[in-house]
């Protein structure tokens, strides 16, 4: 089994569990805020949901390049304390008034931008929890289970806590995970490498300016990540596209099944992410990996939109999301392995940047194709760039590998 090496290291099993507890407690904050705002706007809960997506992009950047500046470990637990403070003020106006639309809006906000502070301090923090690469990429397909694993079992958890706890209180719960999440990351402290000092002043004298300067150069230098990232910016824009619009509505309107049928539809796609993880985790490190996961995922969605049949379509949904995740594993860990440690948390938020911006460009512009064609022949054709992109990137990779590669080491100092 992939993970082995990683349950045998006691802080990476506590950082883990901890980060999933609080995957979970997202889950039932996405669930409760999108219900409530659903219930006050109708169709207009959009603008609430997309408040959060907007800030995540919005503050991406600063957010790496500050991961990078802080101590990561105490930026880690006080955005948690920070989170769980925002989130947790909504059931106490929910009891004290009325929790209105803006009060969600300004929340969503806030709390989506702290993780922007959160993530990429995690990410850079996570090769000195590690002592070799193997064990960073086994750790890094661990650490990405957690929120594929909330999106299988989420919504039974949801329908066992709704048995017995008012919707607002799903917040609260939320809240207590981020507590918990604070609370492991002061036990494992220890592990956590400290900036020196000298680093610390050097910080002190560049303006965040030069430090967005100095990743866009390393990106730049860097051809493999460049064009990967790229290219998973063009994948996510397809798989937005076809996931979040396409898949909904052929449930419905090609398959005539009910939202039930598209719960399945997204448990087999986290069973196969799930799978996806524990072959990523014993994978060399290459990559080739990362399209050819592309080349799945484009195949596994033209399997779901050229059938009628819900089992079909599961096993569809099954193959597509093994392809998934392998992209996300393979740029992760070259992010953490081929840059200065100083400047993980700038190019993982470049990354993330990048992916966001593909995500929601997809969903914008799904909103006018599927006016102008059939739903499966949209799926088709967004499922054959995700391959196209994919068989370009595999025949890149051999080319770009033998040019070389600027080494970034005046950026360093």
């Not at 909330?150 to 008012?166: D, Q």
């Not at 449930?251 to 448990?267: H, N, P, R, V, Y």
């Not at 093994?322 to 700038?346: A, C, N, R, V, Y």
């Not at 969903?363 to 054709?381: C, G, V, W």
Request: net charge positive.
């Amino acid at each position: 089994m992939g993970f082995h090496r990683v349950f045998k290291n006691s802080n990476l099993v506590i950082l883990w569990v901890s980060q999933l507890f609080s995957a979970i407690g997202d889950h039932l904050y996405v669930v409760a805020i999108t219900w409530i705002a659903i219930k006050e706007l109708g169709a207009s809960a959009a603008y609430v949901i997309g408040a959060g997506t907007f800030s995540a992009l919005f503050f991406g950047i600063l957010g790496g390049i500050y991961a990078d500046r802080w101590n990561r470990h105490r930026t880690m637990i006080i955005t948690d304390i920070l989170r769980a403070l925002f989130v947790g003020l909504l059931p106490f106006i929910e009891w004290y008034s009325t929790l209105t639309v803006w009060h969600l809006v300004i929340i969503s906000v806030i709390v989506s931008g702290l993780g922007t502070f959160f993530n990429p301090s995690l990410q850079a923090s996570l090769p000195s929890l590690c002592r070799d690469s193997e064990l960073l990429q086994q750790t890094n397909a661990l650490m990405d289970t957690t929120h594929r694993l909330a999106r299988i079992f989420g919504p039974g958890l949801t329908g066992a806590f709704l048995g017995f706890l008012p919707l607002p209180h799903f917040f609260t719960l939320d809240a207590v995970t981020f507590i918990l999440s604070a609370i492991a990351l002061v036990i494992i402290s220890k592990a956590f490498v400290q900036k020196s000092e000298t680093k610390k002043m050097n910080y002190e004298q560049k303006s965040p300016l030069i430090d967005f300067k100095i990743a866009i150069s390393l990106l730049k230098n860097h051809k493999v990540l460049l064009w990967a990232s790229i290219s998973l910016g063009m994948v996510n824009l397809c798989w937005g596209a076809v996931y979040m619009v396409g898949v909904p509505l052929f449930t419905e309107q090609i398959l005539k099944e009910s939202a039930g049928a598209f719960g399945l539809i997204g448990g087999a796609y986290g069973i196969g992410n799930l799978l996806s993880l524990f072959a990523a985790g014993t994978l060399k490190r290459s990559i080739l990996f990362m399209y050819a996961g592309h080349l799945i995922l484009g195949a596994g969605f033209i399997v779901i939109a050229s059938t009628d049949s819900l089992s079909v379509a599961l096993i569809g949904a099954v193959i597509a999301a093994f392809g998934s995740p392998m992209g996300d594993i393979m740029l992760l860990t070259m992010i953490q392995t081929d840059f200065p440690e100083t400047h993980i948390g700038k190019i993982y938020s470049f990354r993330a940047l990048i992916g966001g911006l593909g995500l929601a460009m997809g969903t914008f512009i799904a909103s006018f194709t599927y006016k102008l064609a059939s739903i499966p022949s949209n799926m088709i054709i967004f499922s054959m760039v995700i391959i196209a992109v994919g068989a370009i990137g595999i025949l890149r990779v051999s080319w770009i590998r033998n040019q070389p590669l600027p080494i970034a080491a005046k950026f360093t100092k």
